[in-house]
C-alpha cells in the first residue's frame, strides 16, 4: 500500500510541475516526489527535517495548523516565512475521507504556482488543482482503509492484552489469524510490546498508524485497572516485529517515534486539575515469539515505562531488564507510604529525602554521596541525621536501610 501513496504522490507532482510531500495528520511522512533541477534553496529547512527525520516538529505542525489546514476542504496556499524555516511558499491538499482530515500533501512553489487558482468563494479551481484534489481524495480512501484495519488489529491485541486468562487462548488465535491475513505475518516471528506513557486518546480514534518499520498493531489502554476508565491515565501498547528475540532496536525505534507524536503527553489530573508536569516515557518488554507470552511482556512494558517516568536516569526509553528494584516495585498494589518515611517524604524536607536516596544509591558511600550531590561531608552527616530522627531508622541497619531505599523508590511511582 505505501508504493501505492509513492504512486499517487508522484501523479499529483507531475500533475502541478511541483514536488509533492505526502504526511499523515500528525505530519508523519508517507512518501515524497523526487525534485528537479539545481536550486538547492528549494530545499528549506523544513522539508529538509521532514524527510530526513521523517517527522515535523510540534512547533512546525502548531504553525502549519494556524493557517486552518485541519478544518480545509479546498487547497489553501500557505506564504513563505524564512525566520520559521519556510523559505517557499506551500499549498495545502487535505487528505480527507468521508469529512475526515487524514493527511496532508504540500506541494513547494518556486513561483510557477502563485498564479493557480485554488478554488472557494465562488471561483472554480484550476483543472490541474482540481485533478490533484480528486488524487489527494483516493490517498484519502486509502489510508481510511489501512487506518480501519490497523483498528481491527488494534482492537484484537487490546482483547489479548485485557482479557481473562480463561478467554486468552481464543484472543490469541484470533490476533494470529488477523495478522496472517492481514500482514501475511508467519508463525514464530520474533515480537516485542512497547508501552508509551502517557497517552492522549481524544484525538486518536480512527487515525492510521505511522509507518514504522516493524509496528504491527497499537491502541491505548488505562495505565492501571484499579481506576475508574474517565480518570484513568492512558498508555499506547505498540505490537512490534522484531529481527530476533534478543534484538529491540526495532522496538526502541518504534518507542522513540511515538514518543515524539503529539498525542504523548501529559494526561488530565483528576477533577480537571492541570498536573504538574511529569516525563512521557516508553518502556519495552522482553521479546518472545509467543503470543501467549504477549500479557506477561506488556506488564513488563508498562512497569519499564512507569519506572523511567519515576527515575529520569533510566532515560526516556527503557527496557524491563534495565530498571533494577523496579522490577519488584511496580508489580505491588499501590499504597500509602510506609509510616516510618511518611514525615520525610512532605514537601518541606523534599531534600532530605534526595539526600538520603542518593546516600542509599551510591551504597552507603559517604565521599560519593557528596560528590554527586555536591555538598561536603559534614553537611552529609548533619541531613543523614534528621533522616534517622524524622524516620526513627538506623542508616547503620540494612535492614532499616532497605526499608527507607524501596519506600523513596516507590514514592517516585
Wanted: aromatic share 4%.
Amino acid at each position: 500500500m505505501r508504493r501505492d501513496y509513492q504512486q499517487l504522490v508522484d501523479e499529483i507532482s507531475a500533475a502541478l510541475g511541483a514536488p509533492a510531500t505526502l504526511e499523515d495528520r500528525d505530519f508523519g511522512l508517507i512518501a515524497f516526489g523526487a525534485h528537479e533541477g539545481d536550486d538547492d534553496e528549494v530545499m528549506d529547512p523544513v522539508r529538509t527535517r521532514s524527510i530526513l527525520q521523517r517527522r515535523s516538529s510540534a512547533a512546525v505542525r502548531a504553525w502549519f495548523e494556524a493557517f486552518g489546514i485541519a478544518r480545509a476542504k479546498t487547497a489553501l496556499r500557505i506564504p513563505p516565512d524564512p525566520a520559521a524555516g519556510v523559505f517557499r511558499g506551500r499549498i495545502c491538499l487535505p487528505v480527507r475521507h468521508r469529512g475526515i482530515v487524514h493527511g496532508y500533501v504540500w506541494l513547494l512553489d518556486d513561483g510557477h504556482l502563485s498564479d493557480l487558482e485554488l478554488g472557494g468563494r465562488g471561483a472554480p479551481p484550476d483543472p490541474r488543482i482540481a485533478q490533484a484534489m480528486e488524487t489527494a481524495a483516493r490517498i484519502g480512501a486509502l489510508l481510511a482503509e489501512e487506518a480501519r484495519a490497523g483498528a481491527e488489529l488494534g482492537d484484537l491485541l487490546r482483547e489479548l492484552l485485557t482479557c481473562e486468562p480463561g478467554a486468552r487462548r481464543a484472543a490469541e488465535a484470533a490476533l494470529h489469524d488477523a495478522l496472517r491475513g492481514a500482514l501475511r505475518f508467519p508463525p514464530g516471528s520474533p515480537l516485542a510490546l512497547v508501552a508509551v506513557l502517557p497517552w492522549d486518546t481524544p484525538d486518536a480514534e480512527g487515525a492510521p498508524l505511522p509507518s514504522l518499520p516493524g509496528l504491527l498493531a497499537a491502541c491505548p489502554l488505562p495505565e492501571g485497572s484499579e481506576e475508574p476508565p474517565a480518570r484513568a491515565t492512558r498508555v499506547m501498547a505498540a505490537l512490534v516485529r522484531l529481527r530476533s528475540p534478543g534484538s529491540l532496536a526495532p522496538a526502541h525505534t518504534v518507542a522513540e517515534h511515538l514518543l515524539r507524536s503529539p498525542r504523548a503527553g501529559a494526561a488530565p489530573a483528576a477533577g480537571g486539575r492541570t498536573p504538574a508536569p511529569r516525563p512521557r516515557a516508553a518502556g519495552i518488554g522482553t521479546g518472545t515469539t509467543e503470543l501467549a507470552d504477549l500479557p506477561a511482556a506488556w506488564r513488563q512494558a508498562l512497569a519499564a515505562a512507569r519506572a523511567a517516568r519515576a527515575e529520569p536516569r533510566l532515560g526516556a526509553v527503557t527496557q524491563w531488564d534495565t530498571i533494577g528494584a523496579y522490577r519488584l516495585l511496580t508489580v505491588l498494589p499501590a499504597t500509602g507510604p510506609d509510616p516510618a518515611v511518611e514525615a520525610l517524604l512532605a514537601p518541606a524536607h523534599t531534600e532530605l529525602a534526595r539526600t538520603a536516596e542518593a546516600f542509599l544509591d551510591c551504597a552507603g558511600q559517604a565521599g560519593r554521596t557528596a560528590q554527586a550531590l555536591g555538598i561536603h561531608r559534614q553537611t552529609l552527616y548533619y541531613r543523614l541525621g534528621r533522616v534517622e530522627k524524622l524516620t526513627g531508622l538506623d542508616l547503620d541497619e540494612g535492614e532499616d536501610r532497605l526499608l527507607l531505599h524501596m519506600a523513596l523508590k516507590a514514592a517516585r511511582l
